[in-house]
């Protein structure tokens, strides 16, 4: 089993930059890789940004430019940078682990909310 500890997100300003984090625990040797989901309101969740095991590094289209994934390996946490804020970015963001023997087993984070207003 595998605990995935989030932090970060909150209120920002459009244009404003905020970073998550998110800390994984427990039996890592089942994680393929890591990264972010999002869900806005009334929509599904989506993909922001995922690292496999191998570094290589996928981005939603809404975010390439402007938000950053980055890995930490001693301390098994993976960081989203988030730069140039949108109001259409304001969704819960979910950490997400790929389970190594099937991505229906996937863990999931508790999720951090992230608003962007004026």
């Known amino acids: 089993q595998v605990r995935l500890l989030e932090s970060g997100g909150g209120f920002a300003h459009p244009g404003e930059s905020l970073t998550l984090s998110c800390k994984a625990s427990g039996s890592l040797f089942s994680i393929a890789g890591m990264g972010w989901y999002r869900q806005g309101p009334g929509k599904e969740r989506e993909l922001v940004a995922e690292m496999t095991d191998d570094g290589s590094t996928n981005y939603a289209d809404a975010v390439k430019g402007r938000f950053i994934l980055s890995k930490d390996d001693p301390m098994n946490t993976v960081y989203l940078q988030m730069n140039g804020l949108k109001p259409e970015d304001t969704a819960v963001y979910y950490c997400?682990?790929?389970?190594?023997?099937?991505?229906?087993?996937?863990?999931w984070g508790q999720g951090t909310p992230v608003t962007v207003s004026e």
């Open positions: 997400n682990a790929a389970y190594r023997w099937g991505r229906e087993n996937d863990y």
